[in-house]
């Protein structure tokens, strides 16, 4: 029987603001967190994601390659982001070139349990628990539901 090649969850390569708090275990690589932002256990962060100042990113969270997070946001528990549509029929494997970018404004909440899809969303959005976003959001509103819909546009 052959042996695995173990590799441990860690921080590594990390661009870090002033006043971040990290609770471990958590594997983040590569990235850069901002000033005075929380990240919470089990979390996830791979490199060239983008974290602003001030955010809050719960437990169980997975931020991949080509997001980029404003500030003054909240990732609830267990959000995942997705860079990979699966454009050429499964998955792009090391194929980096069909990778998606995401870009999430400035005082976005995202919901418990969402997944986001590479899509924009524009600054002041609340995505709900469990929503599924599969196109931009381009105007202030909570949106829910998988696909995610606005149900009410904010002021």
């Not at 809050?56 to 267990?78: A, N």
Request: charged share 20%; aromatic share 6%.
């Amino acid at each position: 029987m052959g042996k695995p090649e173990i590799r441990i969850a860690g921080i590594a390569g990390v661009k870090f603001g002033e006043g971040v708090k990290i609770i471990g275990p958590s594997n983040l690589y590569g990235c850069e967190i901002g000033d005075d932002t929380f990240i919470g256990p089990f979390v996830e962060i791979q490199k060239s994601a983008v974290v602003g100042k001030r955010c809050k990113v719960q437990s169980h969270s997975f931020i991949c390659e080509l997001v980029s997070i404003g500030d003054d946001c909240f990732i609830g528990h267990g959000v995942a982001f997705i860079n990979d549509t699966f454009s050429s029929g499964g998955p792009a494997g090391g194929r980096k070139e069909l990778w998606k970018p995401t870009r999430v404004g400035n005082k976005v909440s995202i919901g418990s349990n969402a997944t986001i899809l590479p899509v924009s969303i524009c600054d002041g959005a609340v995505i709900g628990a469990g929503a599924v976003v599969v196109k931009d959001i381009n105007k202030p509103g909570i949106y829910a539901g998988n696909p995610a819909r606005l149900l009410r546009e904010l002021a």
